[in-house]
């Protein structure tokens, strides 16, 4: 976890995980292993082990499955639902 993020429980956070700054995880979200979270407000979501995501978005009550990537570098303040399987790439 470094400086600027902030995590606001009940979560669970598994090894070896990145919480970049500038990124929120909320409650009843739980995180894969091995996952890197950047420039992201996450909150009620399943984020299962080695996922990226590098965006500025607010993510909402989601499952994003294993090997998974979200990637964006426009900034958008809505709400996201994603439904992802295992090994999704997206880059909105």
Known sequence: MKTGSKIEGPVIIGDNCLIDSETYVGPNTSIGENSKLSKCNVANSIIMSNCVIDC???????IISFNS?????????????FLLGEGTKISL
């Open 56 to 62: 500025h978005l607010n993510i909402r009550d989601s």
């Open 69 to 81: 990537q979200i990637n964006s570098k426009k900034s958008d303040s809505e709400s996201k639902l």
